[in-house]
C-alpha cells in the first residue's frame, strides 16, 4: 500500500470489482483498448491486470479516497522490466468525482517515488491517446518530456485506429519533476488535513 495525504493506492484484487464498479460506471472508457460495458468487463480487466501482476510486469493499485475511503478509480506501474530498469505508468482511469482533486496527481507521485526509490529504476513512461487532450496537458504539467509519437499505434473497440504519444521522465530528472508535483499538490491541496 502506498499511502499519500489525499489517496491511498492499494493493491488490486479481484475481490476490488465490485467496490470498483460505481466508478467504473461514471468512467469514460474510450481512451481504454479494452471497454468495460459491465461488472463482468470490470472482472475481466482486473484480472487482466492481475496476470501482469502474477507475470511481475506490473503493480496494479485501487486509488482510494482518503477523505471518505471511497474506491474511485485504478493505476499501476506496468511493463516493469528490471533488466533495463524501466516501467510505465498506465492503465489508470478515475470516477469523474475524483477528477481534478489532486487525487490522481498524487497517485502519480506515489507510483513515481516507488519506481524511482525502492523499484530502481532509470525511466518511467507515460502514453496518451493524440487526441487525448486532458490527459497531454495534464503529463506537460507533471514535468514529463514528450518523446514523439506512435503513428496508428492502437485500435479501439469501436475500430478507430489512435496515434500514441509517449511521454517520459528519467531518474536524473526525478528530483525537479518530484518538487514540481509537490508544488502542484501544495497549491490544489492547500493545508495539509487533519
Not at 89 to 95: D, E, I, Q, Y
Amino acid at each position: 500500500m502506498l499511502q499519500g495525504r489525499r489517496v491511498r493506492l492499494e493493491p488490486l484484487r479481484l475481490h476490488d470489482a465490485a467496490r470498483l464498479w460505481p466508478a467504473a460506471q461514471a468512467t469514460d472508457w474510450r481512451w481504454m483498448s479494452r471497454p468495460v460495458d459491465g461488472p463482468a468487463d470490470l472482472a475481466a480487466w482486473i484480472d487482466a491486470r492481475l496476470d501482469a501482476a502474477c507475470a511481475g510486469t506490473a503493480l496494479p493499485f485501487v486509488q482510494v479516497r482518503v477523505e471518505d475511503g471511497e474506491a474511485v478509480g485504478c493505476t499501476a506501474l506496468q511493463g516493469i522490466d528490471a533488466r533495463h530498469r524501466r516501467a510505465a505508468v498506465g492503465n489508470t482511469w478515475l470516477a469523474p468525482t475524483a477528477r481534478r482533486t489532486g487525487v490522481n496527481l498524487e497517485a502519480k507521485l506515489l507510483l513515481l517515488r516507488q519506481a524511482f526509490g525502492p523499484l530502481g529504476l532509470e525511466r518511467v513512461e507515460f502514453r496518451t491517446d493524440a487526441e487525448n487532450e486532458a490527459s497531454r496537458r495534464s503529463l506537460e504539467a507533471l514535468g514529463a518530456t514528450e518523446e514523439g509519437t506512435l503513428r496508428r499505434h492502437v485500435r479501439y473497440p469501436d475500430g478507430r485506429r489512435g496515434d500514441t504519444v509517449v511521454y517520459s521522465v528519467l531518474r536524473e530528472e526525478w528530483g525537479g519533476v518530484e518538487d514540481r508535483i509537490e508544488a502542484r499538490l501544495e497549491a490544489r491541496l492547500g493545508a495539509r488535513p487533519d
